[in-house]
């Protein structure tokens, strides 16, 4: 059962919710694999398995406690998961499962220490930015939000209905408005499911027109 359990696991590869860790010497890589999951959908971890699905085996007390200092120290706030250990013909395998989070967002370290928040972009860690962060904030306040149809609001959806998407940068230009009111007017956006945020980037995050499947 075991055994082939984690090779059907191996088989899926590295995706939007599992990633592989050959084994664990920094806790704060971890770290930002944990709070990755936490802030989007939830995943796992297989470490002990090498980035071509190979198993290599940890020596898992070691790797149990790096990973309860990614959670308990280097997550904020702490990252709750829960640890299976699999024997694999004489290698062990842990399978950390990481649920979506309850209080996002959920920060992890840099080596210089700055507090960053990551999410889990099918098979990468990448960062938030204050867009996104807005979104969570609006979406726990219960007060619901202020929208006004302004010109710019006008602007971006007609850009988007004649070009695939938009950076923030190239909102900023083309409508002059300033930082904290174009994050303002895409947060909104989102949160009212007119606007989603697209990683196809590999540099930035874009956002375009949030299509609603047909019933």
């Known amino acids: 059962m075991s055994k082939s359990y984690i090779q059907q696991l191996i088989r899926e590869g590295e995706h939007q919710k599992q990633d592989f860790k050959f084994a664990v010497n920094d806790a704060r890589k971890i770290a930002r694999s944990l709070v990755a999951f936490a802030n989007t959908d939830g995943g796992k971890l297989l470490i002990g398995v090498k980035d071509n699905g190979v198993i290599a085996g940890v020596r898992s007390e070691e ?22 250990e699999w024997n694999i013909g004489g290698k062990m395998v842990l399978e950390v499962d990481v649920e979506p989070g309850d209080q996002k967002p959920y920060y992890a370290p840099t080596e210089e220490k700055k507090w960053l928040v990551y999410l889990r972009v099918k098979d990468q860690n990448r960062l938030a930015n204050k867009v996104i962060l807005k979104v969570w904030q609006k979406k726990r306040d219960k007060s ?30 083309l409508t002059k408005m300033r930082r904290f009111e174009a994050e303002e007017l895409l947060a909104n956006l989102i949160v009212l499911n007119v606007l989603e945020p697209d990683f196809s980037s590999t540099k930035t995050i874009m956002y375009k027109l949030k299509v609603i499947p047909k019933e």
């Not at 790797?63 to 702490?78: C, F, G, T, V």
């Not at 929208?147 to 950076?167: D, G, M, V």
């Open 144 to 173: 619901g939000i202020y929208f006004t149809y302004s010109k710019n609001e006008k602007f971006l959806l007609n850009y988007l209905e004649e070009h695939p998407a938009i950076s923030f940068s190239k909102l900023c230009r």
């Open 63 to 84: 790797e149990i406690h790096m990973i309860e200092a990614a959670s308990q120290l280097y997550s904020k706030p702490n990252v709750p998961y829960n640890v299976t």
